[in-house]
Structures are given as structure tokens and as C-alpha cells.
């Protein structure tokens, strides 16, 4: 019997012919095209399910792109003309950060501030967002990155609270579109696209709140399973959610920390306030939800525990912060007035705030007026259009806004200009490690979402209800979302790079690695040298320049390094353009500052300030110097 089965077997493959003949093509490629025929059905079915979510993310996006259209037709050439400054320190940290994938990257680099190096986790390098992008940064450079992070962030934050909204509280398209707006695109968020990278990239916080609520959910006995009935406690989904939440903070961390602050806090608050409001709920999921925060807590502490270390104790660490909290504070008539940035502002409104980036609180008076009104209209109008559990979030949203925005107004109260003798509930924050060195005015940032949170619900229950409130209540948040509809960001040319730079000579007198010494060297306030690095994508190091280390009294946070007698020497000629008569003792601390800073060569473009006092201050400390494209160089 065996061998009749095997006979029959051979001779019917002998029939179908050799197993890569023509037929066997050609069924082949008839799956192949099945497949590909089912895949672009379940695709055009997905996008027919949805279109509406799909337009919505299509608005946000096109939004974007136009809010910073200016940088977009050459972004090497363009530049955010509100903090230029900040534009060339982001360029240069996400240069750093794409040598990651080249294998050349530490959390200490001697890119910068040569041969100390900077502590990258001590300043807001984006280091997530840098290495993602990494390939765009290699192939394209650091300023095309940037003008698409710059546009991303706005357009992948709001797009992100949407889906919360519409998946999460089930809310009405409209409606959570309208929220999200104001999330991703509020004056807050439109103002810190200035340069802010690490405080506009906040599309993994509607993430986060998700797993909170996920974990909740998974921790409540009460929570209805698939048949409609308590399913009891979830250790599945408890797990999970705690893993995610883990995962999700620890990458936050490394895009921007402050942002993970600033929604930790908002969170703990509104937490609070929901147990006070449904106590039932916390004697329930109590115990499964602690937990389950403790398993993120602790798996997150193992991803992020060294770096944090290393943020504040490691070499070229620091504790505390060096911007003061009496400076960095909201005047609270900034509440109640319009964006300079906004479709209803002035420019007589900035002097309210302490420069074009921080247009935090600039939310106008309709929209507290119409947010304030639908949260009571929320909170005392009758439960049957609304959901279990509406209510409490209401209030939790309220007062963590209340709260945060109470914040912001700093340690002493300012109203329109004035510092008066009232103190904020920030001075009860003053001296706390690491809370203290956050920015008072930033805190309003976490208005935005609880505000778009609160909009959400309330048009969302109108549309669904009856009567005038149908259609008063929608008319009434876009009414005064429209006079904060944000304008496109001023944009301005930007000087070209030298050649010496744009054509790669700078290899001529650099080996890899090496560093070269621009003259003058980049500082805080003019750190414009710092793009010739950034052009280069960091492949060699400068001495100085733009971060924060441990350079003030007593080893404390500071803006930049101490200056060294010939770059000081250097920054005055390039200041006044008058070179000084060299004499031996000058030429000997020449030759020990560039031993210092290990400098490969020093080079003066012919684009610099005074560029030929320059030169002739150069050729008397080193010698005669080397023509190289559009720039003398001399190696020390």
C-alpha cells in the first residue's frame, strides 16, 4: 500500500510538470495577486471607516505646514526670526544626536564646550527625536529636520489628544476636533514653536493619559467585560497597560523632560480631585491602580534611572536651575489678552511676557469666559444626556486648570506690569530640588488640554442633546476659539554658510574629530558658529559656544562657559574692530588657550564681524595664516 501511495504521488507531480514550470508561475503570481487585491480592499475599507478621522489629521497637518511656511522654501536659508538663537542651538543638538546612528554618541560629548564636553541630558537635546530622525538629519541636515519637527509637533499633538478624545470619551468628531485644536495649536503651543522643540512635542502625552485611563479601567472589578457584566480585575491588561505607561514616559523623558513634569503634576492633581468626586470608584480600583503605577514607576525608573543620574550628578552635571522664578512668571493680565501670534493680537501685548517663545497664557477673554461657562454647565445641568463619569472628569479638569494656571502667575502676583506685594502659590514650590528650576509660566502650557478637554465634553453633549444648546454651545466655543486662531510664524533670510564651511574645505585643516576654533567662538548670544558644526553634522568640535553647565558660583547651572583671555580678546576686536597691539605674554596665553582646547586650527571667514581686524589679530598671536576658500586659518 505504501509503495502504491508513493507511485500515485510521483506520478502526479510528473503530471503537473517541474515545480518552477510555467504553471507553478503562474499560481503564484495569482496569490500574490489575490493578496494584493484583498490588502487594497481592506485598506479602501479602513479609509472609507475613517475618512472623518483622516480629514481631521489631513487639517491639522496642512495647518502646520502653514503656520511655518516660511521656513519651508529653503529651511538652510530660513530661519524663525522671533529666536533665531535657539533655531541654531536645536540644529546643532539634533546633529549631535543623528551621530547616533553613525555609532559616535554619549550622553557626554566633546562636540561642544571642548575638551569639558556638555552633558546632554542636563540640556534639552531632544534625544529621541534627534536619533529618529537621524537619517532625514544625515541626509538632508539639521535645518530641513527642524522645520519638520517644528511643523510635526503642532500637527502630531493635536492629532493625537483628537484620537483620545474621539476613542477615549467617545466624543463627537466636531467636538474633539475643536478640543484638540486648542491642544495642539493653542497660543501656548503655537508661541514655544519658536525654537521650543522639547516643549511643542507633546504628541505622547494624549498617549500617556490614555494608559492612565486604560490602567484605571483594568484596575475597577466594575468595569464591564465583553458579555456587558463586571469582569473582575484585569491582571492582563493591568500589565500591559503598566508597561506601555513605562514605555511611553521613557521615551517622553528623552524628547523633553519638562513636558513629562508638567503632565505628571497635572495628572496627579486631577487624580486627586476624581477620587474626592467618586469615592466608590477609589475603594474599587484603589489597590490594583497604585499598583499598577508602582510596576510602571519601577520599569521606567530601570530605562531612564542612569540617565537621570547622570543629568544631575554625572560630569558636567547639574542640580539645580539657573532661570529665576521671579523673572519666568505670567503676568496675570496676560490671561485675558491675545496672543501677539494670534489672529485678534497686537504687539503691544508682549511686553506682558518675557519674549515671543512664551506666549503661554495668552488665551483671551472669550474663550476663559465660554471655557469657565461650559465646565458649569457641565457640572450642574441634569445627568440624562451625559456619561458615567463625565462629571467627575469635568471637575478634575477644572481644578487641575485652576490650579496650573495659579502656578504659572510665579512666586508674586504681577498684574499688567506691576509686581505686587501678593504672593502666588509658586512661592510654596520655592527651594523644592528640581521643581524649583521649572519655569513658572510654562505651567499654564497644561491649560491647554484640560481647557480642550472641558470644550470637547461640552460640545459634545450639546450635539448630542437637543434644543438651543445644539446649536449655541458649538457656535459659542468657535466663537471664541477665532480670535486665537493662530498666524503664521515670522520668518527671516538667514546669512548663507561660508564656503569654507558648504564645501567641506574645512577637512583641509581639521582631521576627523579634531577641533576647529571659529573666530570669534560661539557664545549664548551669538552662537551663529554652531551651524558650521551642524552643516558638518557635528564631525568636528568647537570650543565654548551655547548649553548649559556647571559654570556658575559654586559649580551651579549656568548659560555657557567661562571665556579664555583670547577668546575674550577675540570677541572685543570682533565687537569693535580695532585689533590691539600683540605683545609676547598675550601670544603665550594664544598658544596655552588653543593647547587647551586641543584646537586642529583656527579659522576666520571672511563673512565675520570686522573680519579683517580679525585677521590681523591672528596673524600677531600665530603667525602668518593659510588661505582656505573664503576663510584664513592657522594652525596653532
Known sequence: MTSTAATSAEAGRGDAGPPDGPAARKGRSARWLTAVDRYRVRLFAAVVRHRADLLVALFFVLLAGWLTQGLWPDPGRRVLALNPADQALYEWFLAVDARALLGDFGLLTGKLNAPDGVNLMTNTTVIALGIAFAPVT??????????????????????????????VLR??????ALGAGLAGFGPGMVSQTNSHLHMTAQWLVPVIVWLVVRLLRAADPATPGPDGRPGGLDRRRLLASSLGLAVAVSAQ????????????????????????????LVRRALPGFAGGLLVAAGLSLVAVGYPLW???????????????????????????????????????????????????????????????????????TGRTADRPGRRPLVLAC?????????????PDLVVDGDRTAVPGPYALLLGVPVVDGALP?????????????????????????????????????????LPVLPTPLPTADRPPLPEFIAGGHWRECVPPGGVLVPVPLPTPREPWPMRWAAAANAEFALPEGFFIGPYGRG????????????????????????????????????????AFWGASCVAVTDDAPHAGSLRDTLEQLYGPGTRIADAWTWRP
Not at 145 to 163: D, S, V, Y
Not at 253 to 280: C, K, N, Q, S
Not at 398 to 410: D, F, I, Q, R
Open 310 to 380: 547622570f543629568q544631575f550628578a554625572g560630569p558636567q552635571g547639574v542640580a539645580d536651575g539657573m532661570f529665576s522664578p521671579y523673572y519666568f512668571s505670567a503676568d496675570l493680565a496676560s490671561w485675558w489678552t491675545f496672543s501677539p501670534l494670534s489672529v485678534a493680537g497686537g504687539a503691544e501685548a508682549a511686553r506682558l511676557t518675557t519674549g515671543p517663545a512664551e506666549y503661554n497664557t495668552f488665551l483671551g477673554w472669550p474663550l476663559l469666559l465660554v471655557t469657565v461657562a461650559g465646565a458649569g454647565w457641565l457640572l450642574t
Open 555 to 594: 559649580g551651579t547651572a549656568a548659560m555657557g562657559t567661562f571665556k579664555r583671555p583670547t577668546s575674550a580678546l577675540l570677541a572685543d576686536v570682533a565687537k569693535n574692530g580695532v585689533p590691539p597691539l600683540v605683545d609676547d605674554a598675550q601670544r603665550e596665553r594664544a598658544a596655552r588657550d588653543a
Open 171 to 176: 466624543a463627537r468628531r466636531l467636538a474633539a
Open 253 to 280: 523623558i528623552f524628547v523633553g523632560e519638562e513636558v513629562v513634569f508638567l503632565a505628571a503634576l497635572t495628572l496627579i492633581v486631577m487624580t486627586l480631585t476624581y477620587a474626592v468626586a467618586d469615592r466608590p
Open 398 to 410: 477644572l481644578v487641575a486648570a485652576l490650579l496650573m494656571g495659579a502656578l504659572s502667575l510665579g
Open 441 to 481: 509660566m510654562r505651567f499654564a502650557l497644561a491649560v491647554l488640554p484640560l481647557a480642550g478637554t472641558i470644550l470637547t465634553l461640552a460640545v459634545d453633549r450639546a450635539l448630542r442633546g437637543g434644543g438651543l444648546a445644539r446649536r449655541i454651545v458649538p457656535a459659542a466655543v468657535v466663537a471664541a476659539l
Open 138 to 167: 544625515l541626509l538632508f541636515g539639521a535645518p530641513v529636520t527642524f522645520a519638520l519637527l517644528a511643523a510635526a509637533n503642532l500637527a502630531g499633538t493635536a492629532i493625537a489628544w483628537h484620537l483620545l478624545f474621539t476613542r
